[in-house]
């Protein structure tokens, strides 16, 4: 709910550059790429992973991970489908803690909403998408 609210005016002010080809994503700072997830991931950590998930990602990735959420037509976005592992096969841990810290293109990041350990177990279960 309140990603649409941040979301729609910045998508309008944006709407006249969608027609410029697109900028090639930001690079991600060689430390952040080879950082290790130092989370061991336990019951209750996942449980929590699974709950923010809900609420601030599934509305774009869709709730089995697929890249399919409700958003994705509104938005023209084209996400990646996480139940197939070649998916993020060419990413690290370090990578995707970094995207879903800082955001990316049209995805809004997750600092000062969850805690660095969440979005490691974040880390973890967007990669679990694929083993079911
Ligand atoms: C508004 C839609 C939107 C929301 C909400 C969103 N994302 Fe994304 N996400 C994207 C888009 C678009 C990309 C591709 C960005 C790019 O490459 O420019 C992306 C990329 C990613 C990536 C990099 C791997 C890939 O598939 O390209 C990860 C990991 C990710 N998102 C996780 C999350 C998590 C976890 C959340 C919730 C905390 C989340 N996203 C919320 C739209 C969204």
Request: proline share 9%; aromatic share 6%.
């Amino acid at each position: 709910m309140l990603t649409s609210w941040f979301l729609l005016p910045l998508l309008m002010l944006l709407a006249p550059a969608q027609q410029q080809p697109a900028a090639p994503p930001a690079a991600i700072p060689a430390e952040a790429v080879h950082m290790l997830n130092p989370v061991k991931p336990t019951p209750e950590g996942m449980a929590q992973a699974k709950k923010i998930y809900g609420y601030d990602c599934a509305m774009c990735h869709g709730a089995t991970g697929n890249g399919k959420g409700d958003m994705v037509a509104d938005l023209k976005l084209n996400l990646k489908d996480w139940t197939n592992p070649e998916s993020l096969k060419n990413r690290t841990d370090g990578e995707l803690y970094y995207i879903i810290t800082n955001g990316q293109g049209q995805m809004p990041g997750e600092t000062g909403r969850a805690k660095p350990a969440d979005i490691w177990n974040m880390v973890v279960l967007v990669r679990s998408f694929s083993a079911h």
